[in-house]
């Protein structure tokens, strides 16, 4: 009797873990192909701009921020499109030395809505490559001159919102970790439309008809 109750007692254990084991592997599944679950939320972080001509930098990175909603809409297992509307800081600053103006820095400050359209592919377990389009709209633009011995901030006058090209857009690449409801990440924006409005315009001059460059990293909430 007791040898028939071991027996069964071994058979329920071996039960119990090749059902466990049957459950893990398919959580571990489900993790790394991701739910079929629409899911929305709000992100934001910080960005490092630049500008650039012809892929090399000529300006001084400039930290900003960004800020906004998202949503993460699957097609199929490992696979969402992943729209967002964005506020995004752009721009960069670029430092001078001269005998009438002393030494200091210009900064050039391009704030932007913005709306990349990403599809998303799971590559391992809630890590994921995002890659795709984005189109966005010049809110505002000004440049600012800072002296460094005086600290006073200057806003240059000759340089207006209107003197820039609303519309930009290009490409955005990068990496993100789902753990949980939270998510984290890096992304590069390369944009594709130069800055200012021509060589002609005081704007084109000064950008030297740079484009816009710019590393973001950022933290999502599901909502």
Do not use: H, W
């Not at 893990?24 to 650039?52: D, I, R």
């Not at 806003?155 to 090209?165: E, N, P, Q, R, V």
């Not at 857009?169 to 439309?193: E, H, K, P, S, W």
């Amino acid at each position: 009797m007791k040898r028939k109750n071991l027996c069964a007692n071994l058979v329920a254990m071996a039960c119990a873990l090749c059902m466990f084991q049957v459950v893990s592997a398919q959580e571990q599944q489900t993790s790394f192909e991701g739910s079929l679950s629409p899911k929305f939320g709000v992100k934001g972080g910080l960005n490092l701009s630049n500008l650039y001509v012809d892929d090399v930098q000529d300006e001084n990175m400039k930290a900003s921020f960004n800020l906004g909603l998202y949503a993460k809409l699957p097609l199929a297992r490992g696979f969402s499109l992943q729209p967002e509307l964005l506020y995004s800081g752009k721009g960069a600053k670029l430092a001078y030395n001269n005998v009438l103006l002393g030494n200091g820095e210009y900064r050039f400050n391009l704030n932007y809505v913005e709306l990349p359209v990403l599809a998303v592919i799971n590559i391992v377990k809630n890590l994921n490559l995002q890659a795709g389009p984005y189109a966005a709209y010049l809110v505002n633009a000004d440049i600012t001159r800072l002296n460094s011995a005086s600290g006073s901030v200057d806003k240059i006058k000759d340089l207006k919102t209107a003197d820039f090209k609303r519309f930009d857009y290009g490409l955005a690449g990068g990496l993100g970790l789902d753990v949980q409801n939270f998510t984290i990440g890096a992304r590069y924006n390369y944009g594709l439309n130069e800055v200012g409005k021509g060589n002609a315009s005081v704007a084109g001059q000064a950008t030297r008809n740079s484009k816009n460059s710019v590393i973001s990293l950022f933290i999502g909430i599901g909502l």
